[in-house]
């Protein structure tokens, strides 16, 4: 298998909470979508047993503006990488329900991106990115 990566994509001019939500929420889409990137249980010398990590690293990337955004969301498709999506109005949900009603009323095209994960090929999603900067 070619190495993988996983990549987040935050809107910059988010809040800092939202920041971390949203990076959270799409972080935990690789794990729940992909079981093989599940690490092992963290075992501590006296025993005790702690809950893994994602096998890989997570890279964080910014996107300065809207435009940012949607053009990796729209190479990252090109390439056929996996990708999680976390928009704008899920900031106002407070349920599972509601997210996902909420996506169902927006086309692809007019998602109103607040951040992404990409994962697959390192490559692709190298390519997917070109021109982004790592978060500060």
Do not use: C
Request: hydrophobic letters at 45%; a neutral charge.
């Amino acid at each position: 298998m070619n190495p993988v990566k996983i990549a987040i994509v935050i809107k910059n001019e988010l809040a800092m909470w939202q920041k971390l939500n949203v990076t959270a929420f799409l972080a935990s889409s690789v794990a729940i979508a992909n079981p093989d990137t599940h690490g092992g249980k963290l075992v501590t010398a006296t025993g005790n047993q702690y809950m893994p990590f994602i096998k890989y690293p997570v890279l964080v990337y910014r996107a300065d503006n809207a435009a940012q955004l949607q053009r990796a969301f729209n190479r990252a498709r090109e390439r056929e990488l996996q990708i999680g999506i976390y928009t704008q109005e899920l900031f106002a949900t407070k349920t599972e329900m509601e997210n996902l009603s909420e996506i169902a009323l927006h086309a692809d095209a007019d998602l109103n991106l607040a951040g992404i994960v990409v994962y697959g090929d390192s490559k692709k999603v190298d390519k997917a990115l070109d021109g982004l900067k790592f978060h500060e």
